[in-house]
């Protein structure tokens, strides 16, 4: 999607991406399902984790970009103000964030065969 131009979409399945690492990591804990919520800190913070200032940022900046499934009239908003730059950059933090949550799991996650 990057590389065809698709921006927004490139956002949003990067909130999606770590909001299903925060659901993975919240049933790992918690042993019950996760709840229907969006909201990534929140998400984190039911899971019992602890995040740095950066990754708290982060967290927020990205849970807005799950407004386009729920609000379908702000998408042109949305992506009229994303750019390139912002969605390789912001690509590039979601491999980061995934990849320090798969650390913080206790069991290696199942390999798809």
Request: aromatic residues 8%; glycine residues 4%; contains cysteine.
């Amino acid at each position: 999607m990057l590389h065809t131009g698709r921006y927004l979409y490139v956002l949003f399945c990067c909130q999606q991406s770590v909001e299903k690492m925060l659901k993975a990591l919240y049933a790992e804990r918690v042993q019950e399902v996760p709840p229907r919520l969006h909201n990534l800190v929140r998400l984190g913070e039911q899971a019992g984790l602890c995040f740095d200032g950066g990754r708290l940022d982060f967290l927020r900046e990205l849970s807005i970009y799950y407004i386009q499934a729920r609000y379908p009239e702000e998408i042109d908003d949305i992506a009229s103000s994303t750019t390139p730059d912002a969605a390789r950059h912001t690509l590039i933090r979601t491999e980061e964030m995934v990849s320090w949550l798969t650390s913080l799991q206790t069991s290696p996650p199942e390999s798809a065969e």
